[in-house]
């Protein structure tokens, strides 16, 4: 069995178009590996030592209930990521969605789902914390008691300190369907507050409303009041000519948001991933197509989010290459991690800035 499901892997890859040398992508995980066949999505951290950290759920498949999350670390220096191990699993319960993400004060957060019936309109946000490089973890705690609230993205850090975790309440219990009333949202949180005081530490800010509805956001921070943020369309899974990423923005440091309007980037309801890089600049990975999650693109912004005229796609080819999410390293390169094959493959593409910068949209 094992063979087989690498001689299909082999198949499979001789589909998609990777990009050049300047951009590598390495398979790291696959359904041969602990776990389970399924792999989907993937969150990714640099911790203050120096190690990677990735965090998926796993199981026999996204709506089954042994799903749980799983952890693997990439040691500073090495090539070889750990065996996956699970760090959340609730008895009688599917897990989903694992947020992986160290704060400045050095504490590991895990965020993720855990699911009360058939669909994921009835999960809930739970949290574990690890205090030693998440080498070992808390009791999980509930973040969000409402049926519905989910996380896909890590948080960031507002300039005055805060947390901005984005979330997103998903309705309706057709598994082909995000409701049009599915709304994105922040919860807010900040870590100077005397402990004593944090009966209720993550408070929400206001929901952004769409046309078609939307899921899955990621914010940027561009001044200390102007926020941008992206996210995902609402609707079915067929090709529509008008689905979109949604864009929202907050004019006072991240406390409202206004209603989501659609952005100029296609969206084949998709999750995308949106973050601000240390010399300023914004990167959006996101699948460039109305109708599959293929290609995967990397697009840049130089000023500010008004335009995007640096464009490359990181892979492409038949396939899904879906639920990206990037960060940048200490020394300075850009991490994108993405499923494929099914969601069975979790990929990890490598790549200097200059390797986006290069390709400039004519």
């Known amino acids: 069995m094992k063979l087989l499901m690498i001689v299909l892997f082999l198949i499979c890859t001789m589909t998609a178009v990777a990009a050049d040398d300047d951009i590598q992508i390495r398979r ?21 030592n120096g190690d990677f950290y990735l965090v998926f759920y796993s199981g026999g498949g996204e709506y089954a209930t042994d799903t749980a999350v ?26 989903g969605n694992g947020v992986i993400w160290q704060a400045p004060d050095g504490l590991v957060w895990l965020f993720y789902l ?18 030693d490089g998440a080498e070992t973890w808390s009791d999980p705690f509930m973040l969000s008691f409402e049926q519905g609230m ?24 057709d598994t082909e369907m995000v409701g ?39 914010p940027v921070q561009i001044t200390d009041d102007y926020l941008v943020s992206y996210s995902r369309r609402g609707g079915g899974y067929d090709p529509r000519k008008d689905g979109f990423l949604v864009r929202s923005e907050s004019h006072d440091g991240g406390y409202t948001w206004s209603p989501g309007e659609d952005s100029q980037f296609p969206n084949p309801n998709a999750a995308a991933d949106f973050i601000k890089l240390r010399n300023g600049h914004l990167l959006l990975v996101y699948n460039d197509s109305f109708s599959g999650r293929t290609p995967l693109t990397a697009a840049i912004s ?10 490359r796609n990181i892979i492409e080819g038949r396939g899904s290459f879906a639920y990206p999410t990037a960060i940048e390293a ?17 990929n990890h593409a490598t790549f200097e800035e200059s390797a986006i910068l290069s390709h400039k949209k004519k």
Do not use: C
């Not at 952890?71 to 319960?93: C, H, M, N, V």
């Not at 855990?114 to 914390?129: D, F, M, V």
């Not at 130089?302 to 464009?311: E, H, L």
């Open 28 to 48: 790291v995980f696959g359904p041969e590996d602990p776990g389970g066949r399924y792999k989907h999505p993937s969150s990714i951290t640099q911790l203050d």
């Open 70 to 95: 799983h952890g693997a670390r990439l040691k500073k220096g090495e090539t070889q990521w750990s065996t996956p191990k699970p760090i959340a699993d609730t008895p009688y319960r599917s897990e």
């Open 114 to 131: 855990s699911r009360y019936g058939e669909t994921w309109s009835t999960s809930r946000i739970k949290a574990k914390i690890s205090q």
């Open 150 to 173: 989910m996380v896909r993205a890590r948080p960031i850090v507002l300039n005055n300190g805060d947390y901005l975790l984005p979330i997103y309440h998903e309705t309706g219990h």
């Open 180 to 218: 049009p009333d599915s709304t994105s949202l922040f919860l807010r949180y900040n870590p100077k507050q005397p402990e004593w005081k944090k009966t209720n530490p993550w408070t929400e800010t206001n929901r952004i409303r769409s046309r078609i509805g939307n899921i899955q956001p990621s």
């Open 302 to 311: 130089t000023d500010n989010d008004k335009t995007y005229p640096y464009r």
């Open 330 to 346: 200490d020394d300075g390169k850009i991490h994108v991690i993405f499923t494929s094959h099914g969601r069975t493959v979790i």
